[in-house]
């Protein structure tokens, strides 16, 4: 259970006869699309972890990448002293995630972002080019490649996507409901089209957000 102080969230010991979670803070390049994906996900199954957004409040000038690991590495830093006072057993010790997308970014850029992530610990869902390219895979495969352009991956939705409340940036239920398990499925296929050697910034296109969606939230079908 959360409570409000001093402006942070701090977590508090679950009530007797309940099960506590495992916390799961998020730090999204996507202001509107990430967090409505996250959303959904927990409107259609339960969730077994307490996920929260942890820059939902950001500027869209705070939201680069680099910016999201600077962020989390500090919160996780944080987190890990508070767990390892609360004695939390390794499974219900807390993790934290960035989202964000290779967006035609330097590869030398996204390669050392990746690795500063892994020596930290923070956990990180990589797109290329973009998050979008999940969502495309709950519909069909994608082929080709993409260069670094979100837009080519766009124009492959469906017009019903830029037609929903809020437009093609919003997710809603229909898009993905019952169809995680192919899209994970699309994915590994995808992504295993790559040799293994490559770096994942040239790995076009790519994606592993399916990987927050059962490491992170815990959930292994919607």
């Known amino acids: 259970m959360a409570k409000k102080a001093r402006g942070k969230d701090v977590l508090l010991p679950a009530p007797k006869g309940s099960r506590r979670q495992r916390a799961v803070f998020v730090f999204t390049e996507g202001k509107v699309t990430e967090p409505k994906y996250i959303e959904t996900i927990k409107a259609l199954v339960h969730v077994p972890a307490n996920v929260r957004i942890a820059n939902e409040r950001a500027s869209d000038s705070n939201r680069t990448p680099a ?4 962020l989390a590495i500090k919160l996780l830093e944080e987190k890990k002293q508070e767990d390892s006072k609360a004695n939390l057993p390794q499974p219900m010790r807390t993790q934290v995630w960035c989202i964000f997308d290779h967006d035609g970014r330097e590869q030398n850029e996204l390669n050392s972002l990746l690795t500063r992530a ?4 923070v956990e990180v869902a990589f797109s290329n080019p973009c998050f979008e390219i999940w969502r495309l895979l709950h519909l069909k495969s994608a082929s080709g490649t ?3 352009v979100c837009g080519q991956v766009e124009q492959r939705l469906p017009q019903e996507f830029h037609q929903v ?5 919003h997710v809603v239920s229909e898009q993905i409901s019952g169809r ?15 040799p293994q050697h490559l770096a994942l910034p040239s790995r076009d296109p790519y994606t ?11 959930v292994t079908a919607y």
């Open 67 to 70: 910016d999201l690991l600077s």
């Open 118 to 121: 892994k020596r930290h610990g």
């Open 146 to 148: 993409f260069g670094g």
């Open 165 to 169: 409340p809020g437009g093609i940036k």
């Open 180 to 194: 995680f398990e192919i899209a994970w499925k699309r994915a590994l296929e995808m992504n295993g089209r790559h």
């Open 208 to 218: 592993d957000v399916h990987r927050f969606v059962e490491q992170g939230m815990g």
